[in-house]
């Protein structure tokens, strides 16, 4: 899948010409259709070598250049990542080299219903975004509900409420401005709704329990990744596939997705789906044991336990590849985890107050580190803010440090693509008061 490009910067924003950067691949803007600069010969990348970038370029200030040209790496700006993530949002389409398609708007079309933005938590570090595309919402909106009802019969009627509740197109159009078209979206909306039936009816809301858990999880993991078996036994298992909602969501959401996304794409989504059903038997083991988490045990399991397959799908549903051997460098490893690890913070202080409701006991940091380092619950969820702040800001330096160590536009546009899934995880989370509320700690 070719790689559409970057962003093209806003004629208003702040030029970065004051301070020593670097241009990278010239050729392939040009290929895209990029107009390049013809004021001054530009030097070439730094030659870097993949485990010395973090030491000779890491930032060591905070900056406000969050809106620069991100095909410039900028070594001395400590808010490189930011400059890469680009605009994003209504009204920033046409600064993108990927074509989108057009959402068809009927000759009358009701008014989107403008969402109760609700609050940010005060503390928290985030980087707001734009309203997403109100056409681009209101289309995935009606396709996803319409894969959930129609094609794998995944909830009965009284759990419609809930399923709108969701919000699941303005999350995904959100955390994917950039998708070249709603179909592009629809990968990651159907996946996302997917691990969502699975976490809902194996682990938690409705019916999950953590005895037996480990043997539906294997189960419903071979919708992802396929059993291969003699042909006595083939038939039992296709059959198997379609006997729950999690199953059938699972199977029906990855045959869409591996029609666009390459080889390497789907076999990296199969293995973070493989460490999330880990981290999903790590919590119900300690819930079956009545085990209370050392604090590090808990940030363990939540590595696993985490959003990391969502962020990581950001090239396949842009319609672009991060290569597999880039993929898997150390240090884009260390940003794609530290990436899970912070927004998955977000989802424990923004659902804090839903899950205290809930029956039983919910493992969250503020709940672990109340409990671990007897403090009260009130300092344990401003602390919790503090640990979610720290991974924030490691994320955003090690992304800057591989940017600057391997500059070529897919490495880019992925670290961009993973910062702002960032951003419109935490929009979702602020904005959507059907699900939550903030505890009453300011």
Known sequence: MPDPGFSRPQPSLPAAAARPHIHTHAAGSAAAGEALPTKSPLPGPPSVHAGEGAAAVRPSSPAELRHANPAVVTQSSPALERILRGPSGLGTTGLHLARRE???VPAVSPEPEAPDE???IPGLYHHPVPEPDPARVEEVSRRIKAWAVDEVEMYPPEWEDQFDGFSTGRYMVACHPDAPTVEHVMLAARLMVAENAVDDCYCEDHGGSPVG???????AHTALDPLHTTKDYAPGWVESLGSDAPRRAYRSAMEYFVQ?????????FRHDMARLHMGYLAEAA?????????VWEYLAMRQFNNFRPCPTLTDSVGGYELPADLHARPDMQRVIALAGNATTIVNDLYSYTKELKSPGRHLNLPVVIAEREGISDRDAYLKAVEVHNDLMHEFESESAAVAAACPVPSVLRFLRGVAVWLDGNHYW???NTYRY??????
């Open 118 to 120: 609700g609050k940010p």
């Open 437 to 442: 509320s903030l505890p009453d700690f300011w």
């Open 102 to 104: 057009e959402v068809p």
């Open 429 to 431: 989370h602020q904005t």
């Open 260 to 268: 666009k996304a390459t080889p390497s794409q789907a076999d990296r």
């Open 213 to 219: 858990l480990g043997g539906r999880l294997l189960l």
């Open 286 to 294: 300690w819930a079956e044991t009545d085990h209370m988490p050392e």
